[in-house]
């Protein structure tokens, strides 16, 4: 959760230079994202959350405000917009995308209705973003692009211009591909940090419960 506040933060202080900025994963995250399983939300991970949904918030102001973008790019898809929006058995975006969508072709963009409620009540006046999603294929599977409602109108344009930059063998944008691969640790270094953090944080007297937050999710890793 504390890379998509930092990511959210770094992504502000760059509009200035790129009409587009591509954010690594979901657009907008719900409250359950990162939460463990079967417990309820701490104090100390709903801060976090509030800090991030209004880091996006802003995020998406200054965007809309100066005629820039912004998209998540969703490299495993496990979602179930697609089943919503047509009103059928809850079956997976991805099976659904793959059986649908050809390579070169794209499929939206469609409402993201699941939690979003949940997600719009702490963006304040951000919440006319409502997000909607677009499928696109180039490689062996599709991939999902999320954008916010002001981008609706230019969302076939954003879809191309990402097929064209995206590496054809994997079907990612180049510039997803090239900040993955540089910024996976190996699970030896992750181990190392990670004990690294817990010894600084008995030192400093900080609760176990915070210590989730700097955790190592899928993906980040070799």
Known sequence: MIGYYLMYNLASLLL??????LIDGPLFLPKSYYAPRGRSYSSSYLEVYEATLRSLSSLLKEAEASGKYVLGVVK???SHYISQWLGIDSLSDSLISSLLIREG???GPIPMSGGWEEVASYLGDARSF????IFLRRGRAPIRLDLPEYSIDK???LASYI???SEPSTGLPMPILAVDRLS???DKQSSLIYRMILREARRRGISSEKL???????????
């Open 163 to 165: 097929y064209s930059i």
């Open 155 to 157: 969302a076939y344009a």
């Open 16 to 21: 200035d230079r790129s009409d587009l900025i």
């Open 130 to 133: 409502r997000p909607w999603a």
């Open 212 to 222: 989730a937050l700097f955790s190592i999710q899928r993906g980040e890793n070799d």
């Open 76 to 78: 495993r898809i496990r």
């Open 184 to 186: 996976k640790v190996t």
């Open 105 to 107: 072709e794209a499929l």
